[in-house]
């Protein structure tokens, strides 16, 4: 359950880069964007499987699971982008970034899953950390002229929440699946583009590149490493340590000279590191006890 959990790590680790990759990449308008790295991220998928061994019989996928699959990757950010474009960025990122809570919340809803009080406070800890980066150290303003775009970015946190927990009861569903979450996703975003967006491509070489790696990391393999994270990996502290992706994004912008570090950044590190350990006290400490009682026999 450690090595899973790790691994489910490495997409928040990868969600990371999305910030400074999106930057890099020029004007490129959400849907469009979206439509360009889903495609990319379905290549992943597609180079994935000639690498992986073959089944021994034709994959059965419920219908229940590809209503998850592509209801959870495209309407989360369809929510999302929805949600920008009908309230403050601050606000409703904020409200957004709910999922995580959902996830540890959630979790007590799932067979075999038993949630503790350390996993609540860890979740809350975070949730802390991540309103002192979205807000830059300021408060908040929820205006009932905006009320639609916050209903939106409630959503998209829930999708996320549900589509990572429901993922859950689907162990025995190969992660190979995700590959055509993706492609449906791009499909669905490109119709989106078409329907309400200008087309602007991005502008040299340079903005590729980080559409490219968009579409490998953040947009693509990402996705993956969550779905092993999900199903097999300890749910609570994924989603408890879900909150440093704000932090790991906001340090990689300061290590690239595009943010300044502050105090604030510093308190934000406490908060969510704080909570991640917190969350995974019996993990960590379990697992030593464990090594510990071995050694002793």
């Known amino acids: 359950m450690g090595r899973a959990t790790l691994i489910g790590f490495s997409a928040v680790a990868m ?9 890099a990449s020029g004007s490129v308008p959400p849907f469009l964007m979206s439509a360009i790295t889903f495609a990319i991220g379905t290549c992943v998928g597609l180079v994935a499987r000639l690498f992986m061994p073959k089944p021994d019989k034709a994959e059965n996928i419920p219908a229940q699971v590809w209503i998850i699959g592509i209801v959870g990757l495209f309407g989360y950010h369809f929510f999302y982008f929805t949600a920008l474009r009908n309230a403050p960025a601050v606000e409703a990122s904020l409200i957004a970034y709910l999922w995580p809570l959902f996830i540890v919340l959630g979790s007590a809803l799932m067979p075999g899953e038993r949630l503790r009080w350390n996993h609540i406070a860890g979740a809350l800890l975070g949730l802390a950390g991540t309103f002192l980066i979205v807000t830059k150290g300021g408060g908040l303003a929820f ?9 939106m970015a409630f959503a998209c946190a829930f999708l996320w929440s549900g589509y990572s927990l429901l993922s859950r009861r689907f162990p025995s569903v190969p992660t190979t699946v995700v590959t055509w979450f993706c492609l449906a996703t791009s499909v669905l975003s490109l119709a989106c ?47 408890a340590a879900s909150y440093a992706a704000p932090l790991l994004s906001t340090l990689v912008l300061i290590a690239a000279g595009f943010a300044e570090p502050s105090l ?14 917190l969350a995974a006290k019996s993990l960590i400490f379990g697992e030593r006890k464990a090594a510990a009682d071995g050694a002793g026999a």
């Open 193 to 239: 583009h078409l329907a309400l967006e200008e087309t602007v491509l991005p502008a040299n070489a340079g903005q590729w590149l980080a559409v490219l790696g968009l579409g490998l990391m953040p947009v693509g393999a990402a996705f993956y490493a969550w779905d092993i994270g999900v199903k097999r990996g300890n749910i609570q502290v994924l989603g």
């Open 143 to 151: 205006e009932p002229r905006y009320a639609f775009g916050y209903i």
């Open 15 to 23: 969600w990371a880069l999305l910030a400074l990759l999106t930057d």
């Open 264 to 277: 604030r950044i510093l308190a934000a590190c406490v908060l969510i590191t704080g909570g991640a350990v």
